[in-house]
């Protein structure tokens, strides 16, 4: 699977968008790109996926870059409560690997 | 849907004591899968089990190390003898279709402490 790079730490006030980056400059063009992200001693939680278009559900946004090399988490209007570590993983295949994600903050 | 149930949610054991760790997938999830987290190596991939069988057992650490998936609605996780080092947060998680449509679904976690 693709490498990713993230930041490993960000910070956001409440009530503004969250933009989290990820680099996966070796992904292949079969290589759905994941977000989960992991709120304190609990289980990961899947947020959303794409291949290569946008993508947008209930909890966040996806923008891929039309190369397909990095993307972006949105959260349009972060609570404290989107205060967790964030993993952008690419895979293909069944199995997910989980990097050190990005921590994220968000302050009253 | 009650989602993954892991049990025991902790578990404290003395070196050299074997553990079970038990995990009961969603409903109609086809793929299981055995995480590890600590903070020195983060969120590692232990095994995986397609229709109850096995696939990808190459992050079991080593031979102490055993997982089974007698039917689709139960699996375990077995060290035996356990060691410190094996100190850590295990997640079972399950999915329908692999990576899939929804993604993974994770349990609550079982914290081992082996003293």
């Known amino acids: 699977d693709a490498k990713t790079t993230q930041p490993p730490s960000m910070d956001c006030a409440e009530g503004r968008a969250a933009n989290l980056p990820c680099n996966h400059s070796t992904i292949s063009g079969n290589e759905y790109v994941y977000w989960y992200r992991q709120i304190h001693s609990q289980g990961p939680q899947y947020i959303i996926h794409?291949?290569?278009n946008n993508e947008t559900n209930e909890m966040a946004s996806l923008i891929i870059t039309e190369d397909r090399k990095s993307s972006t988490l949105i959260l349009p209007h972060a609570t404290l409560r989107d205060t967790a570590v964030y993993y952008c993983?690419?895979?293909?295949?069944?199995?997910?690997?989980f990097g050190k994600g990005t921590s994220l903050l968000v302050t009253p | 849907d009650a989602g993954v149930i892991q049990s025991p949610r902790h578990e404290v054991t003395e070196m050299g004591q074997e553990v079970t760790l038990r995990c009961k997938p969603i409903s109609g999830h086809d793929y299981l899968f055995w995480y590890r987290q600590t903070m020195m190596r983060g969120l590692e991939l232990l095994i995986y089990f397609n229709n109850n069988v096995p696939i990808d057992d190459s992050g079991m650490p080593e031979d102490r190390f055993s997982a089974k998936m007698p039917n689709a609605s139960f699996s375990t996780l077995k060290i035996q003898p356990s060691e410190p080092r094996d100190s850590a947060v295990y997640f079972c998680?399950?999915?329908?279709?692999?990576?899939?449509?929804?993604?993974?679904?994770f349990g609550s976690g079982t914290r081992l402490t082996v003293v």
């Open positions: 998680a399950s999915s329908f279709g692999g990576a899939g449509v929804y993604g993974y679904t």
């Open positions: 993983i690419v895979r293909v295949g069944d199995a997910l690997n």
């Open positions: 794409g291949l290569k």
